[in-house]
């Protein structure tokens, strides 16, 4: 089994946690499950960093004391995890006394080995990013990373020896052309490394929340220094305990530092420069992504133009956002987060492709095969569309692979949608609705539903690292065991025949709200940017109570032209917007629904017959489209006055007729 040392940044708390953050931390825990269902001993590491004279100065405008101030904002960055359904092994915070002791070791590790002298720093700061900024690079006046205005310090401070290193940096970064991914990031520290490097200012004597420096205890370690040094505290650097030892030996260096592209320079020159000089094993891979972006801007709790990651969680569901942010962000390079795009990426893949499919295949089993998964004829399987969608599935499992091992999960998300086109399609192409009409031919939908219902079985599997909710709710609704199997034994063919299947559900409603309805929901649940109040809670019901998506099974298309009426004659037929209010079963019917509306002038009774496809709590809330001057009628007893429109397929599950944006109920329809 080999081992898997994934990391994220420690995250300063001078704020609490936004979109950016959880970004990085969803991606590191996709990674690291991939890499479990891989069979690695994986170890996956975040945490906080708490020291610094931001911090300092942040604690004091929230009146707090420094100490109190950390645990309080820490506390955010901890609490975020569950909500993000984090598999993190450890929670690493740069104020625990295994920290301390590991930063003071390393230190004295590297001043032992002659790196480390005193002399006087004089030149700017910036204290948003707590980095020295050089007169070359100042940009008019500011920093060149975020813009801010930079302090002037002169202070007496300790210096690493950083520029004996440049030559052994370029000669480790042509050893390991994969040291830093992507490329571009590779070549920037390349041109900074050739550029030749000043030795760097490691200790501060103008505020105290920081490390003290060993054996001086006027200086307090410059952040980035104690910060860096996570990565080995948590694996037991600074412990000299024969435990500690063996768990550091067999750790470190670790696997992944994964960072966003604006601490590349800490990562890939500071960090194994000061490793060399310790005598220390460097990490093997530093892998930087891009920025999220709002309307250009980097989203940053110094600008405040963040966005909460909970408020979507809250909304949408945490698969949706999970989704969304993998897909969305090509790696390595930057994206806007836009409603809009989250939008059209909820409806269109996650309700559209995977939810309907997942409903459309078990339904069908449901249907034709009595809940229970059906045997495949063999000699069936030999023919082009089952063997051109086996091939899809058995080539899947090592792709997703080989594109999350290089971090590319936008990429291994296309390919699993692919795969779920390839499903949809093959259904298509089989018509298992058509088939079931005819018993001779009961073998071929017995094999068009097992093949169908196998693949989902895979996919889904594959999907637990990027949405462990939804992989599990599928394969609950598949009766698949919902333990994890190993991706190396993850083979086609393997869904048991007789499985009986589990309850359905609909994986991802739609949303039939506007961009603008939504994003007012989500501005109202936005947490205060600022650390020092509470994060009012949401008080607004999910947006979505829990509307079914809609399932399309494509009707056939008739050829003959139907006859033409007129205008007037369309306009015979009342059609009108109504809300249901109430649904509820028509007692011994499987197929109808008594639903109470609200036409706008009244609330009516309607009895439809969607019962096969939607669940009546699922309906409450909904707007829909009624026949309203149809002559009552008794069904099952129950008097209907008026009718419900839906698309309703041969053969397949009828679609309710819906709005993107909701008209208000009595609207007249034409
Ligand atoms: O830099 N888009 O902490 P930090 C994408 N403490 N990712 C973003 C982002 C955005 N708009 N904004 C933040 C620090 N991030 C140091 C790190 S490590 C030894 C010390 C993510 O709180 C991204 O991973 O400023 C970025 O590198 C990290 O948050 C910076 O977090």
Request: with cysteine; net charge neutral; aromatic share 8%.
């Amino acid at each position: 089994m080999s081992r898997f040392f994934i990391t994220t940044p420690i995250y300063y708390i001078n704020a609490e946690p936004h979109l950016g953050h959880a970004y990085t931390t969803m991606v590191a825990d996709a990674v690291a499950r991939a890499h479990r269902l891989m069979g690695d001993d994986v170890l996956f590491l975040t945490g906080t960093d708490e020291h610094g004279q931001k911090v300092e100065r942040a604690a004091k405008k929230a009146g707090l004391s420094t100490p109190e101030f950390a645990a309080r904002i820490a506390q955010k960055f901890l609490d975020i995890l569950p909500v993000l359904d984090i598999s993190n092994d450890d929670f690493i915070r740069t104020t625990e006394p295994r920290h301390r002791a590991a930063s003071q070791a390393l230190w004295r590790r590297v001043r032992e080995k002659g790196h480390i002298y005193k002399g006087k720093y004089e030149g700017w700061y910036c204290t948003i990013d707590e980095v020295f900024v050089p007169d070359t690079q100042l940009k008019d006046g500011r920093c060149p990373i975020c813009s801010n205005a930079v302090e002037r310090i002169a202070e007496e401070s300790y210096f690493f020896r950083l520029s004996a290193f440049q030559d052994r940096l370029l000669d480790h970064y042509e050893r390991h052309p994969d040291f830093v991914t992507p490329e571009a990031r590779r070549n920037e520290v390349l041109s900074f490394l050739r550029a030749g490097l000043e030795d760097l200012s490691i200790s501060r004597t103008s505020f105290t929340w920081g490390i003290p420096v060993p054996d001086d205890p006027a200086h307090v370690m410059y952040v980035w220094f104690d910060a860096l040094t996570n990565y080995m505290t948590a694996v037991g650097f600074g412990d000299e305990s024969p435990a500690a030892t063996k768990r550091f030996d067999s750790y470190w260096p670790a696997d992944v530092h994964l960072i966003g592209k604006e601490i590349v320079r800490q990562h890939a020159v500071y960090w194994p420069a000061l490793l060399l000089a310790a005598e220390l094993p460097l990490p093997k891979r530093i892998v930087s992504h891009g920025w999220w972006l709002m309307e250009g801007a980097k989203m940053s709790k110094s600008i405040g133009n963040v966005v909460a990651p909970q408020a979507y969680v809250s909304r949408f569901g945490l698969d949706a956002l999970r989704y969304f942010v993998f897909r969305e962000m090509v790696f390595g390079q930057d994206a806007d987060f836009t409603d809009e795009a989250f939008l059209t990426r909820y409806n269109a893949d996650l309700a559209n492709d995977l939810g309907n499919l997942v409903s459309r295949a078990t339904t069908m089993i449901h249907r034709y095969c009595e809940g229970i998964v059906p045997a495949a004829d063999v000699s069936l399987l030999s023919r082009p569309e089952e063997r051109s969608l086996s091939n899809t599935v058995d080539a899947l499992v090592k792709r997703v692979g080989k594109s999350v091992q290089s971090f590319q999960l936008s990429v291994a998300l296309r390919e699993i949608w692919d795969a779920i086109g390839a499903v949809n399609r093959y259904i298509v192409a089989r018509e298992p609705w058509r088939l079931a009409k005819d018993a001779s031919r009961r073998d071929e939908v017995d094999t068009a539903l097992f093949v169908a219902a196998d693949a989902l079985r895979v996919i889904a599997e594959l999907l637990r690292p990027f949405l462990p909710g939804t992989a599990e709710r599928t394969l609950r609704m598949l009766g698949v065991e919902p333990s994890p199997r190993a991706w190396a034994s993850l083979t086609r063919g393997d869904l048991a025949p007789g499985t009986r299947l589990g309850e359905i559900a609909a994986l991802f409603p739609r949303i039939e709200h506007t961009v603008q309805e939504l994003r007012q929901m989500t501005d109202d649940t936005k947490p205060p940017v600022a650390a020092n109040g509470p994060v009012q809670p949401s008080t607004q019901a999910p947006l979505h109570p829990s509307t079914p998506a809609p399932v399309s099974i494509p009707a056939p298309v008739s050829t003959l032209a139907p006859e033409r009426i007129s205008i007037d004659d369309f306009l015979k037929v009342e059609l009108r917007v109504a809300r249901v209010l109430a649904a509820e079963r028509v007692p011994k019917s499987s197929r109808l629904l008594k639903l109470s509306v609200d036409v706008g002038t009244e609330q009516r009774t309607i009895v439809a017959g969607i019962a096969e496809a939607y669940e009546p709590e699922s309906l409450v809330g909904r707007t829909v489209v009624v026949v309203f001057n149809l002559k009552p009628a008794k069904l099952m007893g129950v008097e209907s006055n008026g009718m419900v429109l839906a698309a309703s397929p041969e053969g397949g599950k009828p679609t309710l007729l819906g709005f993107t944006e909701p008209p208000e109920p009595g609207t007249r329809v034409r």
